[in-house]
Every structure is written in C-alpha cells, then in structure tokens.
C-alpha cells in the first residue's frame, strides 16, 4: 500500500511543478490577448484614422445614434447638420464612424 502513494507525493526540487501549474494561465492571458485585445485594438486605430481623415460633407453616425452631415470641422469639435435646421456642435470621441460604412455592414 506504501508504494500506491509514491505516485501521488510532490518532488523534493519543486522547480518543475511551478511551471506545469503557471502553464494554463500563461495559454488562457494568450488565447484572450490575440482573440479579444488585438483586434479592438485593430478597430481602435482605423476608427481614429478614420476621424482624422473627416472633412466637410462627409456623413457620420455619433456614438449616441445621431446620423448628420458635417458642416464644419474645428479642433476638437465637429459642427454636424442632422434634420433640416438643427446643427449640432459634437466631440471627436463621439464619431462611431461614416455612415456608409454603417450602411455595408447591414
């Protein structure tokens, strides 16, 4: 009976246990950094670009939902018509992005 327990007793260098132990976690954080934080950050960086890149006339959908033509661009602000007479005055971080690229995705 002595002997059926040899199988199941810790090693006395203890080096090796640490890694096999480490191991799974170490293959769960990379499983998660390429299938989830690579392509947001992908996504992140054209949404940026694509915000740089905006100029008068173009249609953008905002973060809230707004869907409007821009009519003039500022530092830090986009001046943006939605509907017949109302221009709203909207931040940069609140462009979700154009509206024909919304429209492709459908």
Excluded: H
């Excluded at 003039?72 to 154009?98: H, Q, W």
């Amino acid at each position: 009976m002595s002997n059926f327990f040899i199988f199941f007793q810790q090693p006395q260098g203890g080096g090796g246990n640490f890694i096999v132990a480490i191991l799974p976690w170490v293959l769960i954080f990379g499983v998660f950094y390429f299938l989830l934080i690579v392509p947001q950050r992908k996504r992140q960086r054209q949404l940026q670009e694509t915000i740089a890149s905006l100029k008068t006339g173009d249609r953008v959908v905002t973060n809230g939902g707004i869907v409007g033509t821009i009519t003039a661009v500022r530092d830090a602000t986009f001046l943006i018509r939605s509907g017949e007479k109302s221009i709203l005055e909207i931040s940069r971080a609140a462009i979700a992005g154009l509206q024909e690229e919304e429209e492709e995705k459908k």
